[in-house]
């Protein structure tokens, strides 16, 4: 149905313009530091390469999955003496970017941003838009066309189950625990213009552990449903959630003394409250750098590492639900503390089709999922949650598999 195209890295810059209006939408960009190379793929084929200069020792560049968050043509470094950035493209709130500079010497010597020579950062500056994917590895990535069930294809115009702008969605036994930032899906029901269809920004789909905010947003649910004052629920052990908590205690007959919650602890008050403890996933969603949803989900073999993998939706055909979908495996960079805090004891790594057939994903969620679901949407897979750059606004889902970096 597609022709796909795969040619080999070089040294030489080499330069192609997306031959469709659209395809800004399906680029992603692959950042090799073992290589000193930048790749902007088209799903499996390459339609721009570069030579670029990453962050040097004590200034490295960060590897992990971003995407660009801002874009202009001249910006000045925050950090560095009001260094010049040309065609900046940030990937970081906390300072990483690509950029032109005049020193690109194919070795790592900036400050931790990717440097780019003049000619090809004012190219890759007209090709990308805001969101576009970048991926940072230490060695270098091609995405691969993927097949499996898990992934999600878009429902057909006629499919009533994509008529969601206003439902609420009815999620036995975890319904309870959907997130207080839900809100309703107004561009999931099919477009009456295919303009707005193609206008849409693409899914940003995160699915991984749970983690301790995750846990105490829940508790903080359950508490306020059997009267006890949490103010909003919002995952932060605040004054008045840590009162309540130590009030459920005192009319349970719980020691007050000692940690402020325990797995028994939380057993209690989930018991209490009627529910059930969720289960160790999470599924994130966001567009155009917003939340729109999240909830829980079921992972099996919670022992095994997820690893690290992203994958893109390049091309979709929603008149016969069929989506091609590219994707990437890479380090993860766990360190031995966190395969301790996660419960990881399987040292084998994770393949992408192995991960994918851990994941259980409610229908009622893939329906949500499904009937908004746009050329450029991405899931990207890993156990270590939202992570520390990414924002509550302003950010797709940031995935570091080693320090950021700082302005170069």
């Known amino acids: 149905m597609f022709v796909r195209v795969a040619l080999g890295l070089s040294t030489a810059l080499v330069l192609a313009v997306p031959a469709l209006a659209g395809s800004a939408r399906s680029l992603s960009i692959f950042v090799s530091r073992d290589t000193q190379q930048l790749a902007v793929f088209d799903g499996d084929q390459i339609v721009a390469t570069s030579n670029v200069s990453t962050g040097k020792p004590g200034h490295s560049t960060p590897t992990g999955i971003f995407t660009v968050i801002e874009k202009q043509v001249y910006h000045e470094s925050n950090l560095y003496s009001s260094a010049p950035m040309p065609f900046m493209q940030r ?10 500079s005049n020193s690109v010497p194919r070795h790592p010597a900036s400050h931790g941003c990717v440097r780019l020579p003049h000619k090809f950062a004012k ?14 590895a230490d060695e270098e990535l091609s995405p691969s066309l993927v097949t499996h069930p ?4 878009p429902l057909s115009p006629k499919d009533p189950a994509g008529l969601l702008s206003d439902a609420k969605l009815r999620l036995a036994p975890i319904s309870d625990f959907l997130t207080p930032t839900e809100v309703a899906l107004n561009d999931a029901a099919p477009p009456v213009k295919e303009e707005a269809e193609e206008n849409r920004k693409g899914l940003r789909i995160l699915i991984t552990r749970r983690g301790q905010g995750e846990d105490i947003r829940d508790i903080q649910i359950v ?3 059997l009267g006890y004052d949490v103010g909003e629920p919002d995952g932060q052990l605040g004054r008045r959630t840590i009162a309540a908590v130590n009030a459920f205690k005192l009319t349970r007959d719980l020691p007050v003394k000692g940690p402020l919650l325990t797995d028994a602890i939380e057993d209690e008050i989930f018991k209490a409250g009627g529910r059930q403890r969720p289960p160790l996933g999470h599924i994130f969603v966001r567009r155009d750098f917003k939340p729109l949803f999240d909830s829980p989900i079921t992972l099996k073999n919670p022992e095994k590492a997820l690893g690290t993998h992203f994958l893109q939706l390049k091309e979709m055909d929603a008149a016969l639900g069929l989506a091609d979908w590219y994707g990437v495996t890479m380090s993860d960079g766990l360190t031995k503390a966190q395969r301790t805090r996660f419960g990881i004891t399987s040292k084998e790594p994770e393949t992408l089709s192995g991960v994918m057939d851990r994941i259980q994903l409610p ?10 679901l746009t050329v450029g949407s991405t899931i990207t897979i890993t156990d270590t949650g939202l992570g520390t750059e990414t924002g509550k606004e302003g950010t797709d889902f940031i995935t570091l598999t080693n320090p950021p970096g700082k302005d170069g």
Do not use: C, D, Q
């Open 150 to 153: 898990l992934l999600f294809r």
């Open 123 to 136: 190219t890759l500056y007209g090709m990308t838009e805001m969101g576009i994917p970048v991926v940072i």
């Open 91 to 100: 990937i970081t709130w906390s300072g990483v970017a690509l950029h032109e």
């Open 363 to 372: 229908e009622e969620i893939r329906n949500r999922i499904e009937a908004s």
């Open 223 to 225: 508490l306020a449903s």
